[in-house]
């Protein structure tokens, strides 16, 4: 029983500090150096992608995120912004531009110039549907 405890203790615990990492950063195959990258933040899910990819050092590439219609067929509403993170410094958010929609789904856009260093791509997604903003910032990619 007191194994039992502990177990769930330390599970609790290591629940609370991913938390408070990322705030609402629930992420379904987020990673590091892909080029692209889902999430599920809620009843929806957001997708994003560097095209193309491999990226090169220096030389701009589109940006670009799709946030899918919900449960309820719902499409989404709301703003996307991005920030680039490396160690030496962290951008302000960029708003990015709504470009069209694929079914429901919004389509996002955006050109970058990565660093030739790891970088982080976070993404801060207002959503007006249901009043949640997520921020999303458990990917990294090394350009080439």
Known sequence: MLTRNIHVALALALTSVLLACGGTQDST???????SVSWEPGEWAFDAELDPWPAAAGTPVTLRAVASVDDNDEPFSGTVSYRLATSDQTDSWTPMRHVGDDEGDR?????????SQRVGIHFLVARSNDGTIHELTDWAVVPQ
């Open 107 to 115: 389509i996002y856009e955006s050109t970058v110039t990565l660093p």
């Open 29 to 35: 195959g987020a990673g590091e150096s892909t080029g």
